[in-house]
């Protein structure tokens, strides 16, 4: 598991609808690891007070941690992007579980036929 990534949107869960091209059952997250070679789509409702919010994305298992952050500006936000603040908190970096039991999570929404 190198280079894994956590996602993360601050005061947002995200609804996980599709990875890999396949439908799932949705189930909601307030982070995600995505692994190498993982794609997810993933529903974000905008439902909180017009703000602006960070978007992380942070190595796994990894020492140092390495972090991106973007922002998610409502656009009736009256408040300009700020980097300071604290981060959404993610998940502790080497939490193998964590990663082990999110993926165990995952369902298709199709039935398998052998």
């Known amino acids: 598991m190198q280079m894994t990534l956590n996602f993360r949107i601050q005061n947002h869960r995200m609804l ?32 909180q007070s017009p703000a602006s919010f960070h978007i992380v994305a942070s190595s796994r298992f990894t020492d140092p941690v390495i972090t991106g952050i973007a922002f998610l500006q409502y656009a009736n936000s009256a408040t300009a992007p700020s980097t300071s603040g ?21 369902r298709s929404s199709q039935p398998i036929i052998f």
Do not use: C, F, R, W
């Open 16 to 47: 996980l609808v599709e990875t890999e091209g396949s439908y799932t059952l949705q189930e909601y997250y307030e982070t995600l690891d995505i692994h190498v070679g993982q794609s997810y789509s993933v529903l974000v409702t905008a439902d």
């Open 86 to 106: 604290p981060l959404p908190d993610g998940p502790s970096p080497m939490d193998y579980n964590y990663s082990l039991n999110q993926a165990k999570s995952i």
